[in-house]
């Protein structure tokens, strides 16, 4: 459920597992405006939906209409996985952490929240889950830029409510300078994504050895990763957080936890 939907991956992973596993039953793509949520969300249970994922701009206003919100969502203020109950209630998680920090861990297993600075772009319900499970994972420091600076201040102002001075908004004209001493920077917005403009950032101040990530998944090398490639830093493509965030959503459903093949991500990759 989302605005738009057609570039996701997620009908093509859900339906992979359903018969991997003999469910019945299928994925579909859901395009809901913005502003129809309030007669979307309770429509999953009338049309017989198990549930559904959550994706832009929906994550954090879809959590309204919840009966119920997984305590971890509530730490991260956004949904991006409702379960339709039982008894037809509604109950919204947050799976969007666990499948970043997996995500690099897959890559780099070695990976450390602690090793240093932390550069986050972007305030949206992506850099609300990452950011809450770098602060969880141990990160000393997490600089916040978004180009509306109220978004970045209100998270990092609501995130100091657990953390203290872990996460700190820096204006976004500073984005330059942000990336220096950094070990991680994030990018959360969808600058990059295919149709979007690329990301505006210099990268002449980021340590050589700084990981970088795109939570964009396409295209798979977003001009960020090609730039950071390029110079020689590590990288960490959006592909890794999409499977592993679906992992549990799925669970959740279907109580089947679904391993990632190496099949499907050929099957994904393919498609990108």
């Given amino acids: ?7 996701s991956r997620s009908p ?3 339906n992979y597992w359903l018969q991997k596993y003999g469910l019945t039953g299928s994925y579909v793509q859901l395009p809901v405006a913005p502003g129809t949520l309030a007669t ?3 429509g999953l249970k009338a049309l017989g939906f198990k549930g559904c994922n959550v994706t832009i701009p929906h994550k954090v206003d879809a959590m309204a209409f919840m009966d119920e919100v997984d305590s971890n969502a509530k730490r991260v203020g956004a949904i991006n996985t409702i379960v339709v109950q039982a008894d037809g209630s509604l109950k919204g998680f947050n799976t969007d ?8 861990l897959d890559a780099k297993p070695n990976w450390q929240a602690d090793a240093g600075p932390v550069t986050v772009l972007g305030a949206g319900g992506a850099a609300r889950a990452v950011v809450l499970s770098l602060a969880d994972r141990g990160a000393k420091e997490i600089r916040l830029l978004n180009r509306s600076p109220a978004a970045a201040q209100a998270l990092a102002d609501e995130f100091g409510n657990e953390f203290g001075e872990v996460v700190k908004a820096v204006p976004w004209a500073a984005r330059h300078a942000a990336l220096s001493s950094v070990a991680l ?3 959360t917005t969808s600058q990059g994504m295919h149709g979007n403009p690329a990301l505006d950032l210099d990268l002449t101040d980021l340590p050589r050895g700084a990981l970088v990530s795109d939570v964009i998944y396409v295209p798979l090398e977003t001009p960020l990763l090609q730039a950071a490639k390029a ?3 590590p990288t960490v493509d959006g592909l890794g957080m999409l499977l592993n965030q679906a992992r549990p959503a799925f669970e959740a459903w279907f109580s089947v936890l679904p391993d990632i093949t190496p099949e499907l991500q050929r099957m994904v990759e ?3």
Avoid: D, F, K
């Fill in 185 to 187: 920077l994030v990018n």
């Fill in 97 to 104: 952490g666990y499948g970043y920090i997996q995500s690099l």
């Fill in 231 to 233: 110079r020689g830093n």
């Fill in 270 to 272: 393919a498609t990108l």
């Fill in 12 to 14: 093509l992973i859900h």
């Fill in 1 to 7: 459920m989302g605005w738009p939907v057609s570039h």
């Fill in 40 to 42: 979307a969300i309770p």
